[in-house]
């Protein structure tokens, strides 16, 4: 399948330079509703939907921890924050905002590209409760980096201004990086090369 993030190139590339820590990256499928790539399942080839069932409603946060240890209990990991890191584009990003906060002290890293902040208000779970409060935890919990990165004419442009401001009145340390353009892979893949060397300093 083709991968315009380009991600293990980049890993690759940024890991043979000597600019970036080897380390397992773990791409979980977000929407929880599909057996494998999009448009691919037992029932074979589908039309990819923007939205599945099942998505951006708390499930997939709740049950992360299950892909923590699955991948704690079939490689060699570092089983601490100091060796964990959790990233992701657009909704990626939003479940990379909501699972950190959700379960404080277990990354030491954060990256979010493009996220997708704001929940659905009519989505009813534990997840998206008490925001304030789960991010005062994850602060008190304590992380090395906290990442922020969005294009001047990405539509959730604002979005990303509000939480940033929420973490500004709690004075939630983070980084933040400002780009060009929209909700573009090309942002995407600046974000990840530039983020990735930061990671398990």
């Known amino acids: 399948m083709d991968d ?4 293990s190139q980049i890993l690759d590339n940024l890991i043979a330079a000597g600019k970036a820590e080897p380390m397992i990256v773990v791409m979980p499928n977000g929407n929880v509703a599909q057996e494998a790539a999009p448009g691919e399942s ?3 080839f589908q039309k990819p939907q923007f939205q599945l069932p099942n998505t951006m409603d708390g499930k997939y946060e709740e049950t992360f921890h299950e892909i923590i240890d699955f991948v704690e209990s079939d490689y060699r990991t570092i089983q601490n924050k100091s060796g964990k890191a959790i990233a992701g584009l657009s909704m990626g990003g939003f479940h990379s905002f909501h699972i950190s906060r959700y379960y404080p002290g277990t990354f030491d890293y954060v990256g979010l590209f ?10 009813q779970s534990k997840i ?3 925001i304030d409060e789960t991010l005062r935890a994850q ?5 090395k980096l906290y990442w922020i990165a969005i294009g001047k004419e990405d539509f959730l442009y ?10 500004d009145r709690m004075n939630f340390s983070y980084a933040y990086r400002e780009s ?3 909700h573009t892979w090309r942002n995407w893949r600046i974000y ?3 983020f990735l060397p930061l990671l398990f300093q």
């Open 139 to 143: 602060k008190a919990k304590g992380y």
């Open 42 to 44: 037992k029932q074979g």
């Open 114 to 123: 493009s996220a997708a902040i704001r929940h659905n208000d009519r989505v």
């Open 4 to 7: 315009p993030g380009r991600a």
């Open 180 to 182: 060009e353009g929209g």
């Open 128 to 130: 998206y409760e008490n």
């Open 158 to 167: 604002q979005a990303n201004i509000d939480v940033r401001k929420k973490m």
């Open 192 to 194: 990840l090369s530039e």
